[in-house]
């Protein structure tokens, strides 16, 4: 699957990388919020070999960590910090995650921008997962003299099927996804049982949507979008 996603970054010859040019960049400032808290609102809190990728001026190396927080790729020069511009042209690679900002819409046509990764790439649709954090705020435990608990940041992953633009919400959980997928619900619970399907594993989940896109493309009815049912997380 990986080697489907590569040549997306192939635009423009990789075999010289030069430095990340400062029109990538946009000063930002350090998030101290939640220091004291446990985890952490990056994904990696180390700065982590990159690819940079941008259609107009070429391929970059550069070090960047992703912030779940702000929904930013982090570049640091010296004492200052940066992020990557938002930009639907600028691409970045880390750890294998291929990161890129899009400017979605949801069903119901609410606006959904920021950085999704994409993890599976069809000639009908696209699989994307996004990080997001979940923040737990201290409480304070009993009286009001009482020892406060602390904070917890947690990075959870959402998956998104997308369809010319439009995203739809892949629960990673079975009775849900079933309920999203309606239309084929009884074809997909019979191949679920039979190929042991765990949708919280990515691999598995990424099966079922192909088996799905296989279930809607010979179906005789006309209408063959995968988004044709409306779910309610959206």
Known sequence: MRKILLFLFLIISPFLFAQLPQSLLKP???IS????YDGSIFKSL???DASVIDEKSGTFDA???YNAYSDALEFKK???LYKLVNNPTTHARIDGDYYYYCDFKTQRGLRRSGYFILVELNERYRIYKKYI???TEPEKKGSTNGIASSGKVQIKTSYYLE???????????KKEILATLSDKEEELKSYIKKEKIKVRKEEDLIRLVSRYNALKSSDANPSRSLLSTRSRRN
């Open 133 to 135: 954090v979940k923040i």
């Open 78 to 80: 010296g004492s200052e």
């Open 33 to 36: 919020t939640f220091d004291e």
């Open 28 to 30: 930002t400032k350090r």
């Open 63 to 65: 070090k960047l960590r």
């Open 163 to 173: 369809e010319r633009g439009v995203i739809m919400e892949l629960p990673t959980n």
């Open 46 to 48: 180390r700065y982590k």
